[in-house]
């Protein structure tokens, strides 16, 4: 009852800072410059420090010459203590409670709207894969960039999201600007011939385009255009704004056909954005060993069982011995959660190894309703090899030495 004369609004419960210094002044007989070193002073560096014990002191002195109980003041200064240092000012609470809701409100009405938000946001705490992943499993059509379509940054158009420039690894700031500046003058690009004429851009940056498959309207295998592109465009310097009475009539190439695969699609987004574009679980050696799924966990409270995750994020802490010990999350091959718990003799023996498909071997436990696996052996299972370096992947006719000089040379004539 005391203190809920002193927060009535809260029912006398601290929530916000701001409490600590009114319990301190109004119950402690502390000044307002006290206790609002009372406030400040609740980190434990500053505990130790004279000025703070000495108001700690007078807290109490204040209390007992007051004539209130020992135990009354006893547990007030233990409900300061243990809530000063974690709580937040009014204000700030206040702005993070809107935002929460706000953010809540569109993820459940606008999940791909919002999704795409915190796409171009670059995510938050975990990367921008996971967010592309939780768009699409709410629907969304995740797209590659496209010439004629994407922007600087993520769009979304009814539910397909076409992901953004920026996002492709190594493509200059100057060379987007070019694109989006010259299609917003002049329209959409008709073919890759048309690209060039009206871009002026080097063999290496319309290879990133190329490779992300971004001039995919044209019909055109990527491969072939790569072709096209290193025997069309000069290695000199690009000269701006240069106009012209008559366009150069363009030089036709019997290119050879190099048709793309999906697996090759994905390495090259894994190359160009960091994530591979289909389920990462397509790309396994050998296929999965386990039919079990997250959803399937909560009936096997207590069991040891073995299923096969993709890792998302870890976080490692210390037991009180001071030994590293690590939780994971992982999704499954339908896009669901897993969460691990990593003890430091397992955490010891079997390391993360970094970004994968790992097969998890352990027990599952469930307490209030949250399913973990307690770990017992883990490890990082292997992908495919690189179709795009395999030997076996290429065209036989060009599996010989020739170089890329001599394949141009044939190839123009």
Known sequence: MVLWSIMPDTYGVMVYQEDVIKVAHLFGGLDLGESDMLRRGMSGKFRSRDEFLKVKQKFFDNCIKDGK?????????????????????????????????????????????????????????????????????????????????????????????????????????????????????????????????RVPIFIEQISILIKINAFRFTGINKRELLWEAHLKISKTIIKEDVVTLFKTQRIRYNTPELPSTDLENAFDAIE?????????????????????????????????????????????????????????????RDGDFLDTVHFPPIAAKYPFRGKGIYSIIGRVMVEFDCVTIEVSKFERLAIIEDPRYSVKSLNPTFQNKRSFTDLKRAIAH
């Open 69 to 197: 109980p020992k135990d009354l003041v006893t547990d007030v200064w233990r409900q300061i203590e243990s809530f000063a240092g974690y709580a937040f000012a009014k204000g700030h609470s206040a702005s993070y409670a809107v935002e929460s809701y706000q953010s809540l409100f569109l993820k459940a009405y606008y999940p791909l709207e919002y999704m795409t938000a915190t796409i171009n946001n670059f995510g938050g705490f975990y990367s921008t894969e996971l967010y592309v992943h939780e768009a699409r499993m709410h629907n969304g059509i995740i797209e590659a960039p496209c010439i004629n379509r994407s922007f600087t940054q993520a769009i979304i158009k009814e539910n397909t999201i076409y992901l953004g420039f920026m996002f492709l690894q190594s493509l200059e700031a100057k060379t987007i600007n070019r694109i989006l500046n010259e299609r917003e003058e002049h329209g959409k690009f008709e073919s890759l011939d048309d690209f060039i004429e």
């Open 272 to 332: 160009l954005l960091g994530f591979p574009l289909c389920n990462p679980f397509y790309l396994l050696e050998k296929k999965a060993t386990s039919n079990l799924r997250a959803k399937h966990l909560t009936q096997l409270e207590g069991k040891l069982i073995i299923i096969e995750g993709y890792l998302i994020t870890t976080k490692n802490t210390k037991t009180a011995n001071g030994k590293m010990m690590y939780f994971g999350t992982f999704l499954d």
